[in-house]
């Protein structure tokens, strides 16, 4: 029974910044991929930023140059560094990880969200 568990949303005006973590827990062998998604009210899930177990980031286009992505792998734990925010980057962000089990099962596990909220 992995979980994901997302902390560090909240309201902050344009231009600032803030920092969302995600921590898994439960009888994990190894994490492949994590990343971030969000959803705005009436949009689709998009991704946001992922990292692999490698270090191999990628971006999203609204994000590049404005966000930054890491993991602690001792705690497994991912982070979402946002500066310069914007608007529309108001959403509810979700944490996605690749997880094997210690009994080698392989899926995604998906987090309860958090929200953000970017006020002009």
């Known amino acids: 029974q992995v979980q994901l568990v997302e902390s560090g949303g909240g309201l902050v005006q344009a231009g600032g910044s803030l920092t969302l973590s995600c921590a898994a827990s439960?009888?994990?062998?190894?994490?492949?991929?994590m990343g971030w998604y969000r959803q705005g009210p009436g949009n689709q899930r998009e991704l946001v930023a992922g990292?692999?177990?490698?270090?191999?980031?990628n971006y999203a286009d609204s994000a590049k140059g404005r966000f930054a992505i890491s993991r602690d792998n001792a705690k497994n734990t991912v982070y979402l560094q946002m500066n310069s925010l914007k608007p529309e980057d108001t959403a509810v962000y979700y944490c996605?990880?690749?997880?094997?089990?210690?009994?080698?099962?392989?899926?995604?596990?998906w987090g309860r969200g958090t929200q953000v909220t970017v006020s002009s």
């Open positions: 439960g009888r994990i062998l190894s994490i492949n991929v």
């Open positions: 990292i692999g177990s490698g270090g191999r980031i």
């Open positions: 996605n990880a690749r997880v094997t089990t210690t009994s080698f099962q392989t899926y995604d596990v």
